[in-house]
């Protein structure tokens, strides 16, 4: 899920917003197990989770670009570099992981499964499912292909951005009328980065806002958990263009929160939220159809995103950073200034 760095932006209110957003689909997956994600109207949360990630994904990257200081091909190829060390190691790992295992995704999680053909290997392993039409190994990584292409173009728009926030606002429009409404104009159906343009576009248009910080904080929680429960009622995809239009326009106008034990759960939470994204599968598996236990299962919930954040993600991510400063032009050496002296001797030769 895009850039899978707690807090890029610097912000408590994001990381609360990335820690609803990743909880969100936890839990549904969890409640799959029992069978009660819809007799208690969870189903369409995970679904509004990932669309909130697009959102939170387009914003702190526009950050990410906006503090590297970088121009022309400069900037493309630092930001490329530093995206394929930040999601690509952890979703190759889970993709061996699940073949080493025999493990495929299902309906409800992961199972037992014959190994996968060698197309739908390697479209895993390179991110491309939806281009080849492969099954996802494990199911949460349908949303990396996605990811991958909108970071193709985001550099792009983030040079674009600057003709005019309206631009953007119609970008919007057109996208959501091509991608939400089919009717009026199918698209292919591996297509899918028009179907979530209005998902990812809202993070552009709350980086190009002003930030005017109007509203309290305090109402930052409620209007975040607000808009998952008016999707959880009112789930389509024309509602979660518009809701993640709405959360795009208001980033700008709230105030950060200062609520230490909030901004600390949240900042844990979305720190290792790319490990709890693509490990859940596993953690259910392990927990409830092999050894059907909480006890099991919320213990390895935990340790095991932590491990993977700090034994493989954090050492890739700072690779990622050296070699991207690496591939920066050097300035120009500034000549040293001869001696006063020398020129003098200069002058009369």
Same mark, same amino acid.
């Given at each position: 899920?895009? !850039?899978?760095?707690? %807090?890029?932006?610097?912000?408590?209110?994001? !990381?609360?917003?990335?820690? +609803?957003? +990743?909880?969100?689909?936890?839990?549904?997956?969890?409640?799959?197990?029992?069978?009660?994600?819809?007799?208690?109207? &969870?189903?369409?949360? $995970?679904?509004?989770?990932? &669309?909130?990630?697009?959102?939170? @994904?387009? /914003?702190?990257?526009?950050?990410?670009?906006?503090?590297?200081?970088?121009?022309?091909?400069?900037?493309?190829?630092?930001?490329? *570099?530093?995206?394929?060390?930040?999601?690509?190691?952890?979703?190759?790992?889970?993709?061996?992981?699940?073949?080493?295992?025999?493990?495929?995704?299902? !309906?409800?999680?992961?199972?037992?499964?014959?190994?996968?053909?060698?197309?739908?290997?390697?479209?895993?392993?390179?991110?491309?499912?939806?281009?080849?039409?492969?099954?996802?190994?494990?199911?949460?990584?349908?949303?990396?292909?996605?990811?991958?292409?909108?970071?193709? /173009?985001?550099?792009?728009?983030?040079? #674009?951005?600057?003709?005019?926030?309206?631009?953007? /606002? $119609?970008? #919007?429009? +057109?996208?959501?009328?091509?991608?939400?409404?089919?009717?009026?104009?199918?698209?292919? %159906?591996? &297509?899918?980065?028009?179907?979530?343009?209005?998902?990812?576009?809202?993070?552009?248009?709350?980086? @190009?806002?002003?930030?005017?910080?109007?509203?309290?904080?305090?109402?930052?929680?409620?209007?975040?958990?607000?808009?998952? /429960?008016?999707?959880?009622?009112?789930?389509? #995809?024309?509602?979660?263009?518009?809701?993640?239009?709405?959360?795009?326009?208001? =980033?700008?106008?709230?105030?950060?929160? @200062?609520?230490?034990?909030?901004?600390? *759960?949240?900042?844990?939470?979305?720190?290792?939220?790319? %490990?709890?994204?693509?490990?859940?599968?596993?953690?259910? #598996?392990?927990?409830?159809?092999?050894?059907?236990?909480?006890? =099991?299962?919320?213990? @390895?919930?935990?340790? +095991?995103? =932590?491990?993977?954040?700090?034994?493989?993600?954090?050492? $890739?991510?700072?690779?990622?950073?050296?070699?991207?400063?690496?591939?920066?032009?050097?300035?120009?050496? =500034?000549?040293?200034?001869?001696?006063? %002296?020398? *020129?003098?001797?200069?002058?009369?030769?």
């Amino acid at each position: 899920m895009a !850039d899978h760095k707690a %807090g890029e932006g610097a912000s408590a209110n994001l !990381d609360f917003l990335r820690s +609803v957003a +990743v909880l969100s689909v936890l839990v549904v997956h969890t409640c799959t197990q029992f069978n009660v994600e819809r007799k208690f109207g &969870l189903n369409n949360l $995970a679904l509004f989770g990932v &669309l909130v990630f697009f959102v939170h @994904t387009s /914003l702190v990257l526009m950050y990410s670009l906006q503090r590297s200081a970088g121009s022309g091909i400069a900037l493309f190829r630092s930001f490329y *570099i530093r995206r394929f060390f930040r999601l690509y190691p952890l979703s190759i790992l889970i993709v061996l992981a699940a073949l080493a295992l025999h493990l495929h995704a299902v !309906d409800r999680g992961l199972a037992l499964a014959p190994r996968p053909r060698p197309l739908e290997i390697v479209s895993n392993l390179l991110l491309v499912q939806n281009l080849t039409g492969s099954d996802s190994i494990v199911g949460p990584m349908w949303t990396l292909p996605i990811e991958v292409q909108m970071y193709v /173009l985001l550099p792009l728009l983030f040079v #674009w951005r600057r003709r005019s926030l309206w631009t953007l /606002l $119609a970008l #919007w429009g +057109v996208t959501a009328v091509l991608g939400h409404f089919p009717q009026a104009a199918p698209i292919p %159906g591996w &297509l899918k980065l028009l179907l979530f343009s209005p998902n990812f576009l809202p993070g552009m248009i709350a980086f @190009t806002l002003p930030k005017r910080p109007v509203l309290p904080a305090y109402l930052w929680p409620p209007f975040v958990l607000g808009l998952f /429960l008016f999707y959880s009622q009112y789930a389509s #995809w024309r509602t979660g263009a518009e809701l993640c239009l709405l959360l795009g326009i208001t =980033i700008p106008l709230f105030k950060e929160l @200062t609520f230490r034990p909030l901004t600390f *759960i949240s900042n844990r939470i979305a720190t290792y939220s790319y %490990g709890i994204y693509l490990a859940q599968s596993f953690c259910i #598996w392990f927990g409830f159809k092999h050894h059907h236990s909480w006890m =099991i299962f919320v213990p @390895t919930m935990v340790m +095991v995103p =932590i491990v993977l954040y700090h034994a493989l993600e954090h050492p $890739a991510i700072k690779l990622g950073r050296r070699l991207a400063r690496d591939s920066q032009p050097q300035p120009a050496p =500034i000549p040293e200034e001869a001696p006063a %002296g020398n *020129i003098a001797r200069a002058a009369h030769t």
